[in-house]
């Protein structure tokens, strides 16, 4: 039996936010014409107009008549209308105002379109924790992640992802006594392709495929589904994410040692002789706040195959024009079945030689308190 350092960054969700992270950022696409009646085009009118007010205007016309055989000249006097057009220009103007197709970059549902490069820079801090006994463990990381894409048509684009992690694992006793262990490393690399499958004025929906191999041989095969219905400025979406997890025989959960004692332990989160299912089924709403700002909030229910957890994640996007963007999120725990549950632990001498593996103890430790939190910002870029 083999023990593997992947305990160091698997516990309580961290497991998958490394093999999810490309799935959460999969094809994200929207137009401008989700927040305007008029679709690609804003007009605005202001319509010119000319009123002409005629009216009579009454005036002395003197003229003078010979009267044909008289003596003298007599002069007859009349008044007569005459008519005077008087006309008024009412100033006004007509023009029309064009918007470019503007696509937001942080939208979940964004993908570039043939021929363009999408790419996403995500720098995150991570932490989570549990109890055990009179131990406190936490979990440090702090991470860069790359999403490349690129669009093959319109509807279909290629994907390509890797990810560097600085991680500390902290066991600490109620005596103050503790363990500390680091590890940097290109954790994560993997390819995938993923489609817009539907995408109307009122519908849009992705199907998404990814592979991504973590350190230490683990493998995933990922599957990535969202829909959402468009509503004025907003797109109200649910999404399903299911990956299949190759851990070659291994066991996996948090590894520690003590070599003043010349002893290591593993708290054991399941046991992969089999291969591991995991699934996430959430909602969401993003929205348009302004012309440049946009919010997304996320729930998410995931089946972690030794645990269960719900989150929640919020989002605020801002996007100065069609090339940038920024993108802050946060992310927490609300509920996890891991409080209170029974683990085993396998005990044994250092060194991991066959004959002290074979001599290795068990028991059973139950967990509590725990909780997993992330912060992150993305930097996004379309071209």
Do not use: C
């Not at 007009?43 to 002395?60: G, K």
């Not at 008024?88 to 064009?98: C, D, I, L, M, V």
């Not at 999403?147 to 290629?158: E, M, N, P, V």
């Not at 291994?250 to 995991?278: C, H, P, Q, R, S």
Request: hydrophobic letters at 35%; glycine letters at 10%; aromatic letters at 14%.
């Amino acid at each position: 039996m083999k023990i593997k350092y992947f305990g160091l960054v698997v516990a309580l969700g961290s497991f998958v936010a490394l093999g999810a992270n490309a799935g959460s950022r999969s094809s994200m696409y929207s137009s401008i014409d989700m927040q305007n009646s008029d679709g690609n085009t804003i007009r605005i009118n202001r319509s010119a107009s000319q009123s002409y007010d005629d009216y009579p205007q009454t005036r002395t016309v003197r003229r003078s008549y010979n009267n044909s055989g008289a003596t003298q000249t007599r002069t007859y006097q009349r008044a007569e209308p005459a008519y005077v057009s008087k006309t008024t220009y009412k100033s006004g103007s007509t023009y029309k105002k064009s918007a470019m197709r503007k696509y937001f970059i942080a939208n979940p549902f964004y993908q570039p379109l043939k021929g363009q490069f999408g790419s996403v820079t995500t720098g995150e801090y991570m932490q989570g924790t549990y109890k055990f006994a009179d131990v406190d463990r936490t979990l440090t990381e702090w991470s860069l992640k790359e999403d490349f894409s690129y669009g093959l048509t319109d509807r279909i684009a290629l994907q390509a992802m890797a990810k560097y992690n600085w991680d500390e694992l902290v066991w600490k006793n109620s005596a103050g006594d503790k363990d500390v262990y680091k590890n940097d490393d290109l954790n994560l690399y993997g390819l995938g392709i993923q489609g817009r499958i539907v995408d109307t004025n009122e519908w849009i929906s992705t199907l998404s495929g990814y592979y991504e191999h973590q350190k230490h041989g683990v493998d995933y095969f990922i599957a990535d589904l969202k829909a959402g219905y468009k509503v004025a400025t907003s797109t109200i979406y649910g999404l399903g994410r299911a990956w299949i997890v190759d851990m070659e025989g291994d066991i996996y959960g948090d590894y520690m040692e003590n070599t003043d004692t010349m002893e290591w332990g593993i708290v054991k989160y399941g046991d992969a002789d089999k291969t591991l299912f995991m699934a996430e089924l959430g909602a969401g709403v993003w929205t348009v706040l302004a012309e440049d700002w946009t919010l997304n909030v996320e729930g998410l229910y995931g089946f972690y195959d030794w645990h269960n957890q719900l989150s929640i994640k919020g989002a605020f996007g801002w996007q100065p024009n069609d090339w940038f963007a920024l993108n802050l999120y946060a992310k927490t725990s609300l509920y996890d079945s891991a409080d209170g549950k029974n683990l085993d632990i396998y005990a044994g001498n250092l060194p991991m030689t066959a004959e002290n593996m074979a001599a290795m103890g068990t028991g059973r430790v139950e967990l509590s308190k725990p909780r997993e939190w992330s912060i992150g910002l993305q930097v996004m870029f379309q071209f």
